[in-house]
């Protein structure tokens, strides 16, 4: 369906999306950035190649990844409960001075927003395939 | 005609926005000066994750319902139509 230039961009493109995804993810803690954003990035990477190529694999690959979405929010609510029993306060920081919780929470809330966006994503983009 | 009349209020109202000097709030200092002690260089990342985490907790929980309606009502409407 789609010519081959844009095959071929997209999949050029796609692996550096996902690299800068995934530093947006982990360097939030030192420069702007963060798990939303990280998130975003990567789904818009897997975006990519679902628009250019719309293979199957993919697709079959996605069927499963809400449960990441589910996993991402459970452990962000983990971590809250850990602070509040070793802490004494909802999401209370575990150890002040280094970034160790925010990276956590911004590796969790990464995959969630993925898992999240790229569900909805493959839903729109999904169903007339799925049909036909 | 309508998107015109929108522009024109959305004008009127942004030249009644004054630029207020908030440089000496005292919740902003707070935040300059303590913000190495929760962990992180990034300041907007030290707000969203340390003093402000129940409200991105909350956010996450938007966002995770709002997907997963989507895709309940999806699945329903695709089960009724075959």
């Given at each position: 369906?789609?010519?081959?230039?844009?095959?071929?961009?997209?999949?050029?493109?796609?692996?550096?999306?996902?690299?800068?995804?995934?530093?947006?993810?982990?360097?939030?803690?030192?420069?702007?950035?963060?798990?939303?954003?990280?998130?975003?990035?990567?789904?818009?990477?897997?975006?990519?190649?679902?628009?250019?190529?719309?293979?199957?694999?993919?697709?079959?690959?996605?069927?499963?990844?809400?449960?990441?979405?589910?996993?991402?929010?459970?452990?962000?609510?983990?971590?809250?409960?850990?602070?509040?029993?070793?802490?004494?306060?909802?999401?209370?920081?575990?150890?002040?001075?280094?970034?160790?919780?925010?990276?956590?929470?911004?590796?969790?809330?990464?995959?969630?927003?993925?898992?999240?966006?790229?569900?909805?994503?493959?839903?729109?983009?999904?169903?007339?395939?799925?049909?036909? | 005609m309508g998107l015109v009349v929108l522009t024109c209020l959305i004008l009127i109202?942004s030249?009644?926005?004054?630029?207020?000097?908030?440089?000496?709030?005292?919740?902003?200092?707070?935040?300059?000066?303590?913000?190495?002690?929760?962990?992180?260089?990034?300041?907007?990342?030290?707000?969203?994750?340390?003093?402000?985490?129940?409200?991105?907790?909350?956010?996450?929980?938007?966002?995770?319902?709002?997907?997963?309606?989507?895709?309940?009502?999806?699945?329903?409407?695709?089960?009724?139509?075959?």
């Amino acid at each position: 369906m789609s010519s081959i230039v844009v095959k071929t961009a997209g999949r050029a493109l796609a692996p550096f999306i996902l690299i800068y995804g995934v530093y947006v993810t982990l360097f939030g803690s030192w420069s702007p950035g963060g798990g939303f954003q990280g998130g975003v990035l990567l789904a818009s990477g897997i975006m990519l190649i679902l628009i250019t190529h719309s293979q199957k694999e993919i697709q079959r690959l996605a069927q499963d990844i809400d449960w990441f979405e589910t996993f991402g929010a459970f452990v962000f609510l983990i971590v809250g409960l850990l602070g509040l029993l070793l802490g004494g306060a909802f999401f209370s920081n575990l150890w002040p001075g280094s970034p160790t919780m925010f990276i956590i929470l911004d590796i969790v809330i990464s995959l969630k927003v993925f898992a999240g966006i790229v569900a909805l994503s493959i839903f729109f983009f999904g169903v007339e395939v799925k049909t036909s | 005609m309508g998107l015109v009349v929108l522009t024109c209020l959305i004008l009127i109202s942004s030249l009644n926005l004054q630029h207020e000097d908030k440089e000496d709030s005292p919740i902003k200092e707070f935040y300059e000066e303590h913000h190495e002690e929760a962990g992180p260089d990034n300041l907007v990342e030290a707000i969203l994750l340390d003093y402000r985490a129940y409200d991105t907790f909350g956010e996450v929980m938007v966002l995770y319902i709002a997907i997963t309606g989507v895709l309940i009502l999806g699945k329903k409407r695709k089960e009724g139509s075959e």
